[in-house]
Structure formats: C-alpha cells, structure tokens
C-alpha cells in the first residue's frame, strides 16, 4: 500500500492520538468556532488550546483564520480521509480473521470438526 510511511498520515494520527484533540474537531465539525469556544468544556488555558489547535493545523485537519484578536477555526476533512484509506485498506485482513472465525464458531455449534482439524 502506498502511503505507508507518510509524514503527512503520521502528523494525522498523531493528532487523533490525543482526546482533547479529538473532541475539538468533533466540535469544528459542526461548524466554525473560536479558540476560546474550543477551550471552554475543557479546564485549559487558551495558550493550552492554541498549542492543540497548533498540532491539528500542522496536520492539516484545522484552518486558522484571524480577525483582529480573534482566532477562528475550521476543520479540514481531506487528511481524514487519506486516514481512513489506510485504516480501510487494513479493514479487509479483518474481514478476512472475522469471516473465518464466524465459520469456526457456527461449526463448533453444529459439532462439526472445523476444516483442517481433524484429532
């Protein structure tokens, strides 16, 4: 799979890796809010949130925009989704494991001997 060793995917889940900054974008993508909003259920500074905000922009899941004093904030969905391509692409070994698993579990239900399982 390309894409493996990915700067950008690393900075993504690296992001993700951390709850707060999870909530913040769960939060952005309701809709644009400032730093200040973005800090507020949180007991943080607003120091502290700018430094999340930091790493979700470096990442490239946030946009930051000034107006005078006021940093506003968007999400940026699109390295979301190479995140997902890769989680996707790992989905169907899976797949795979669950599907024969599932077979395992309904033949040992039955009483039959698995595939390859003989005693």
């Known amino acids: ?3 493996i060793e990915s700067p950008a995917l690393d900075q993504v889940f690296h992001a993700l890796a951390d709850p707060t900054r999870r909530a913040m974008l769960q939060r952005l993508a309701e809709g644009e809010l400032r730093i200040g909003e ?3 259920p949180y ?3 607003l120091a ?3 430094k999340h905000v930091r ?3 470096q990442a490239g899941l946030v946009q930051r925009r ?6 506003v904030c ?3 969905a699109q390295p979301l989704q190479q995140a997902q391509a890769w989680i996707q692409y790992y989905s169907r070994f899976w ?5 024969t698993l599932a077979a395992l579990l309904e033949a040992d239900s039955n009483g039959e001997q698995p595939e390859g399982g003989g005693s």
């Not at 000034?66 to 940093?71: C, E, F, I, L």
């Not at 797949?95 to 599907?99: H, I, K, M, S």
């Open 95 to 99: 797949a795979g494991r669950l599907d």
């Open 38 to 40: 973005l800090a507020a």
């Open 43 to 45: 007991a943080m500074s």
């Open 74 to 76: 968007r999400i940026e």
């Open 48 to 50: 502290a949130a700018s």
């Open 66 to 71: 000034v107006a005078g004093r006021t940093h």
């Open 1 to 3: 799979m390309s894409g």
């Open 55 to 57: 790493v979700l922009e």
